[in-house]
């Protein structure tokens, strides 16, 4: 049988209030490089509109993507407020000297709790961070004795398993690492 799930994540994108704050957060404070900026128009949804497309990129080629608009009706109808919840994030693989240093960057530049705090999760450790649209990054550390094969082999042997366990109604902790 063929494989049929997508080589990698090309990119993710989201609409920043300000490509100058983000570019500075991103690179500098968090190490993606910006690898890719698109100025362009095109007729999107009954209307010329003109924005800036920037991608920040990832060891495996591929990137977090943010436009910004230059007309502020266009920003103000794709730009909504993201959602000032901690469970709405998007999460980066690092390694745990990677999550040390970014960490310090990120205490040197002024973030602090809230906007910064730490979650041991047991399988992994993670920072998350408020970037400057008010979105959540977590930056995950894999515990080592988390990610063997034999461990990962298991996990995706019983993933739909412990799914339809919880789902029923059994919401025992299946996290031993805690």
Known sequence: MTDTR???????????KDLRA?????????GLPL???WCESD???G??????????????????AFFQFADAADQAEFGPPMPPSPFHHIALHVSRDQQDAVSARLAAAGYTAPKTYVLEHGYC???YVEDPNGMIVE??????EAITDAVVSAKRRDAHADLERWLGGDH???NTYR
Not at 22 to 30: G, I, P, S, V
Not at 139 to 144: F, Y
Request: glycine letters at 4%; charged letters at 20%.
């Open 35 to 37: 690898e890719a900026t």
């Open 47 to 64: 209307k010329v509109r003109t924005y800036c497309h920037c991608f920040f990129g990832l060891e495996d080629g591929s990137a977090l």
């Open 172 to 174: 025992t902790s299946n």
């Open 43 to 45: 007729e999107l949804f």
């Open 139 to 144: 930056l995950t550390a894999d515990a080592p």
């Open 6 to 16: 997508p080589h990698r994540l090309h990119h993710t994108a989201y609409v920043t």
């Open 22 to 30: 983000t570019r500075a957060f991103y690179e500098d404070l968090l």
């Open 125 to 127: 450790r993670s920072v």
